[in-house]
């Protein structure tokens, strides 16, 4: 009887962590969207004064005219830092208008914790 393998079993979106070109890919923190309406009125005039359509502005940035679409309808709220960037450069905007990193930030452990003052 032959016994099912993890490899057959694994589905398509599914990424062996261990293999090497996965495990020497550097990982891009993401980036949270904060309002997309604001995207929305930052298309419609841009920095030049120019209008972008979501086709205009993911094929400026370099991404699925998909992304910009679901980010603009709430389905897709974060994207990775080069997206974000990409996609504040062509609108012409800082990236702190439009995007927030994700996480939070952490203590050092080499670093020394600062006494309180009383």
């Known amino acids: 009887m032959l016994k099912p393998s993890k490899q057959c079993n694994r589905l398509p979106h599914e990424v062996d962590m261990a293999s090497p070109?996965?495990?020497?890919?550097?990982a891009?923190?993401?980036?949270?969207?904060?309002?997309?309406?604001?995207?929305?009125?930052?298309?419609?005039?841009?920095?030049?004064?120019?209008?972008?359509?979501?086709?205009?502005?993911?094929?400026?940035?370099?991404?699925?005219?998909?992304?910009?679409?679901?980010?603009?309808?709430?389905e897709q709220e974060f994207v990775v830092e080069p997206t974000a960037h990409a996609i504040c450069g062509v609108?012409?905007?800082?990236?702190?208008?439009?995007?927030?990193?994700e996480g939070r930030a952490t203590r050092?452990?080499?670093r020394p914790r600062l006494a309180a003052q009383r």
């Open 28 to 74: 891009h923190p993401l980036y949270k969207l904060l309002d997309r309406s604001l995207l929305a009125r930052l298309m419609e005039r841009t920095g030049t004064g120019a209008s972008l359509s979501i086709r205009g502005l993911a094929s400026e940035v370099g991404v699925a005219h998909g992304t910009i679409g679901n980010l603009l309808t709430g």
């Open 91 to 101: 609108i012409g905007v800082d990236l702190l208008i439009l995007f927030a990193p």
């Open 108 to 110: 050092h452990i080499n």
């Open 21 to 26: 070109d996965q495990a020497q890919a550097p």
